[in-house]
């Protein structure tokens, strides 16, 4: 098996990535705490790319990175690349959203899309597989379900009339952004020769 770094020093994301790539032939593990990538670029795909090259390219070692968030459409794509750091916490990131959206009423005016962005970068650098998934939703008025993580309460599927806090596990891993980037990526890495 070969590995693959994960561009990240969260535990969590290890995991969360293990667990979609699961079928792989890709031994994951995490990078060093102490290598850094900021990200610089102002796209998601961007970022993505950026920090697996450089984690690549610091390591020797094929590495996979992502870059996600949310783009609400009456804001011009705000948060976006943004996202994680719109404000302090969960909580105030949601209310600052709330916020900026209180004179947008109507559902039609509250359509918004989570991105989420994948890489692999072999060893030199280069890049060997990319993708994106979208999930298009709605911004609740107020926040809705207790499970998941960030902005979850407030995105709405008008589908499933659930948002993505009161989905399951499964459920919002077949339609979400992330799961959608992660089984393309999934069937690229499987095409690739190690
Ligand atoms: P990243 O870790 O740089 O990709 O930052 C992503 C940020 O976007 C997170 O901190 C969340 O605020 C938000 N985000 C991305 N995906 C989701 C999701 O599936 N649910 C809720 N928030 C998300």
Partial sequence: MTKLIVATSNPGKLREMQAYLSESEWELSLKPAELDVDETEDTFIGNACLKAAEVAIALNCWAIADD?????????GAPGIFSARYASSDKERIDRILHELSDFPDSSQRQAQ?????????????????????????????????????????FYIPTERLTFAEMSKEAKRSISHRGKAFATISAQLAAIKQ
């Fill in 68 to 76: 996600s968030g949310l783009q609400v459409d009456a804001l011009n």
């Fill in 114 to 154: 989570f991105v989420c962005a994948v890489a692999v970068a072999r060893p030199d650098g280069s890049i060997a597989a990319r993708a994106e998934g979208i999930c298009r939703g709605e911004i609740l008025t107020a926040p809705r379900g207790t499970d998941g993580f960030g902005y979850d309460p407030i």
